[in-house]
Nanobody, 121 residues
Framework: EVQLVESGGGLVQPGESLRLSCTAS????????MGWVRQVPGKGLEWVSI????????KYTDSVKGRFTISRDNARNTLFLQMNSLKSEDAAMYYC??????????????WGPGTQVLVSS
């Protein structure tokens, strides 16, 4: 059974940092594109970042470029998202996701329950 479990969310002030983690199980983690998707209540999903199976290539949505860094540890089946210089507009539920491919349009086939990020002064 594929399982993705996120952690690391919380309440921070603007300009602060958070590091999200996602522990994966039930599949060969190192063979899949992995990434993060976020959602604000009442709004649609926003693709945040995706990384190649080997972690050497990644891409980001424009609004987080230069502030967020995705990484993975395939030996520990773990995906990370380092979020720096957080802004109020980054507040959302963040979902660790397994993607079908490199293109956002290929979609995701599994995701976790999410971890909440709140940014407020």
């Amino acid at each position: 059974e594929v399982q993705l479990v996120e952690s690391g969310g919380g309440l921070v002030q603007p300009g602060e940092s958070l590091r999200l983690s996602c522990t994966a199980s039930g599949f060969d983690f190192g063979r899949y594109f992995m990434g993060w998707v976020r959602q604000v209540p009442g709004k649609g999903l926003e693709w945040v970042s995706i990384t190649y199976p080997d972690g050497k290539t990644s891409k980001y949505t424009d609004s987080v470029k230069g502030r967020f860094t995705i990484s993975r540890d395939n030996a520990r089946n773990t995906l990370f998202l380092q979020m720096n210089s957080l802004k109020s507009e980054d507040a959302a539920m963040y979902y660790c996701s397994r993607f079908r491919g490199w293109e956002w349009s290929e979609g995701r086939d599994y995701w976790g329950p999410g971890t909440q990020v709140l940014v407020s002064s």
